[in-house]
């Protein structure tokens, strides 16, 4: 079984196509990108995934399980979870509470017990934050743990929103341009950490990213779009080498 599965979905805004007929799967475990120009349909497509977009046509299957429908908080309850291009942390509040939102779904207490910090409620409370501590040591965030996020230079909030998304415990993960805006020394953190969770946590990750070099050193496979449309997949070396890729992406001469 695929954890996931994308099987002909198109997505329309009025007249205009975001996405065209696209399909692709993903196995357990894998590393997979997405890449092609702006504008061509990437971030819609992790939109369908994660339920923020309805597609006008096809489907979306997660762990052998129609999702199309259901509505985003569905999904993560389910098992997924994402960080986004522009950051969406709570920048007023500090590291480790941002994180403990990212526990919300699988806390079970009542208001009642929860708030008043007793019994069942308190346990459950010092359960959770052993699993977000373990999540800072393994980020090596512990020196900005309860600093105010807004505070904090922009790569490390751009780990700070992985480290949310990681409280979900999910087993697939959608990374939109998780190194946009970094430097390099940054992106060789944050490469370093997505492979790690890929490969100690046995995480599933499908990543959007920019940067050929880190997607073609990180990937198992990768699926390219243009206007829309799927226009390559494969292993790096297929893809670096497929003529239509170098003319779409990487800016070859179509001759």
Known sequence: MHRLEIDG???RFGGIYA???VTMHVAPGELVAIIGPNG???TSLINCISGVYRPW???VRFDG???TRLPPATRTRLGLARTFQNIALFQHMTVLENMMVG???HQ???LFTGGFYYGPGRREEIAERKIVEDIIDFLEIEHVRKKIVHTLAYGLQKRVELARA???EPSLLLLDEPMAGMNAEEKEDMARFILDVNEEKGTTIVMIEHDMGVVMDLSHRIYVLNFGKKIAEGEPSVVRGNREVQVAYLGADAA
């Open 57 to 59: 046509a096809g489907s």
């Open 19 to 21: 996405l065209q007929d």
């Open 103 to 105: 526990r919300h779904f």
């Open 166 to 168: 990681l409280a979900l």
């Open 9 to 11: 979905v198109s997505l």
């Open 40 to 42: 061509a349909g990437k």
């Open 108 to 110: 079970k207490t009542g």
């Open 65 to 67: 399980r129609d999702v």
